[in-house]
């Protein structure tokens, strides 16, 4: 086989993860109260978001924040840095998701959660608990 032969494939492989990479949602976001910003990004077959750098990431002692607030004590030692705290959203349409669960590491609670890109180049971000649902909204960082 020719080596042009597989040029068709390699571009329709690079539009596709071009495509996929341009969701609105994706970016390193910047939380309301300026404390943290988290990275959104593809994981597995969802969306996922880790905390890639905060405000004041050092404690009392001079050591990296860690997860005290986990009710697994196994998980307490776990820097904040570099934690998913969000995870497990499926694409509902560009920009939209749903179906997620986000992690307070300031309480140690994870909520059913959605995320939706807004027209002004924000994010919303709802934490929900049965029916009743509380947004934030990120502005991007990146």
């Given at each position: 086989?020719?080596?042009?032969?597989?040029?068709?494939?390699?571009?329709a492989l690079a539009?596709?993860?071009?495509?996929?990479?341009?969701?609105?949602?994706?970016?390193?976001?910047?939380?309301?109260?300026?404390?943290?910003?988290?990275?959104?990004?593809?994981?597995?077959?969802?969306?996922?978001?880790?905390?890639?750098?905060?405000?004041?990431?050092?404690?009392?002692?001079?050591?990296?924040?860690?997860?005290?607030?986990?009710p697994d004590p196994?998980?307490?030692?776990?820097?904040?840095?570099?934690?998913?705290?969000?995870?497990?959203?499926?694409?509902?349409?560009?920009?939209?998701?749903?179906?997620?669960?986000?992690?307070?590491?300031?309480?140690?609670?994870?909520?059913?959660?959605?995320?939706?890109?807004?027209?002004?180049?924000?994010?919303?971000?709802?934490?929900?608990?049965?029916?009743?649902?509380?947004?934030?909204?990120?502005?991007?960082?990146?």
């Amino acid at each position: 086989m020719k080596p042009l032969a597989f040029l068709p494939l390699a571009a329709a492989l690079a539009a596709a993860g071009a495509a996929h990479a341009a969701d609105p949602a994706q970016g390193v976001w910047l939380t309301p109260d300026g404390a943290a910003k988290v990275k959104v990004a593809p994981c597995a077959a969802s969306l996922c978001g880790t905390v890639v750098w905060l405000k004041a990431p050092l404690d009392k002692a001079g050591k990296p924040l860690t997860d005290q607030a986990n009710p697994d004590p196994a998980l307490r030692s776990r820097p904040i840095v570099g934690l998913v705290m969000i995870s497990d959203f499926k694409a509902a349409t560009a920009g939209r998701w749903t179906g997620g669960k986000i992690y307070d590491p300031k309480t140690g609670r994870t909520y059913a959660s959605k995320l939706s890109a807004n027209p002004d180049g924000t994010l919303k971000v709802e934490g929900c608990v049965s029916v009743a649902c509380k947004a934030q909204t990120w502005t991007r960082a990146d």
